[in-house]
């Protein structure tokens, strides 16, 4: 049975055409820096968003029209399957993303929940025999149901941090037997509301035991996907304790973990904590923890994470600077964490705006490889920190001086010059990158 009779099999027509169901600038066996698209994006499609996802929001019912809503139940999981496989391959995307409770119904009791979620991964499993998508990652969903109202690790229940320990134990079991290339771990509900009730420090702790426990039993299983960490300042918790990359960064180094976790970088995520995607992706990958992206976009406008499909060709470029800087993603990829707006409501929608997503990323990886390759900003870093290349600045680079010498070298300083930063000048320098990328 076809889920998507009205959507055909979606390819590279390329720029001029008129298809809407078609890749205007992804072209999966185009070469970038050597490099086929396909591989360096690694697209995946996010099973929460796309086939899970019903439209509602604080004010409003669902307003998704879809194929499969005449079910139910676990009827209505194993017909999500079956239509999420059919748009993988008409989409032709290499991967995709989901929660346990995405895929099949969560219940009160723990043991049905597996029971149900075990059925599922067997009808995932022998999908993915023959498909070609695979799975990017799996995760646990640790926020939705009441019982994590007080976080999961962090939770000042004890039974609350054993019952997500069974979650993700599973999670990882699921992982394996599915081949995910990652496991990821977002702390929706990691974090909290007022200190005056919060023991911050046990928190802490317990997040890094579970972590722990988390990286002993992947060993044990042999489970070899790589964990990722997926920083959020906030939204649901007040403040989430994974607030971006650095916070991330310090919380791992202290505890131990840093060798076995990267990042899961979120754009929007990026800018509810007031960075910009590229300045979360750039941290991330000068200390070598760039793992994988949720591709997505927010609205300057509102203050929340309204996870809209990328479309922004300046976002998407300087993202896919730090990707082709960081030599691509490794085992990630880029995961729509996107949903359509509610009021695109047609199953159609789901086709269309995963191309946009697609093509925007196509069209910022070709502009970023330009501009690597002309060397556009690493000349003019270059030039501007040359100051360190010779004389004292070498020796600082060197570790060869010290505040005496230092202090004596200042002593002797005429006048200073600096610099100008250029700035407006390196950003029109971009924009014509942008302008001429596809002028032909
Ligand atoms: C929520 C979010 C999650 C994670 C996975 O903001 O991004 O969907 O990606 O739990
Ligand atoms: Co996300």
Known sequence: MSYFSNVKQVTYEGPNSTNPFSFKYYNPDELINGEKMEELFRFAVSYWHTFTGEGTDPFGQSTMVRP???????????ARVEASFEFFEKMNVPYFCFHDSDIAPESNSL???FQNVDEIVGIIKENLKTSKTKLLWNTANMFSHPRWLNGAATSPNAE?????AAKVKKGLEIGKELGAQNYVFWGGREGYETLLNTDMKLELDNLARFFHMAVDYA????????????????EPTKHQYDFDVATGLSFLQNYGLKDYFKFNIEANHATLAG?????????????????????NQGDTLLGWDTDEFPTDLYSTTLAMYEI??????????????AKVRRGSFDPEDLFLAHIAGMDSFAVGAKVAQRLIDDKVFDHFIEDRYSSYKEGIGLD???????????EQYALGIDKI??????????????NKYLIDAYRG
């Open 417 to 430: 010059e600096n610099k100008s930063g250029r700035q407006e000048n390196l950003k029109a320098i971009l």
């Open 324 to 337: 082709l800087k960081n030599d691509g993603l490794g085992r990630g990829g880029l995961n729509f964490d």
């Open 275 to 295: 960075h910009t995607f590229e300045h979360e992706l750039r941290v991330a990958r000068i200390h070598g923890m760039l793992g994988s992206v949720d591709a």
């Open 160 to 164: 609350v941090f054993a019952y997500a």
């Open 68 to 78: 499969y809503n005449k079910f139910s139940g676990m009827d209505l999981a194993k």
């Open 111 to 113: 043991r049905e929940t």
């Open 396 to 406: 600082i680079m060197e570790g060869k001086t010290n505040f005496h010498q230092l």
């Open 219 to 234: 060993k044990e299983i042999g489970f070899d996907g790589q964990f990722l960490i997926e920083p959020k300042p906030k």
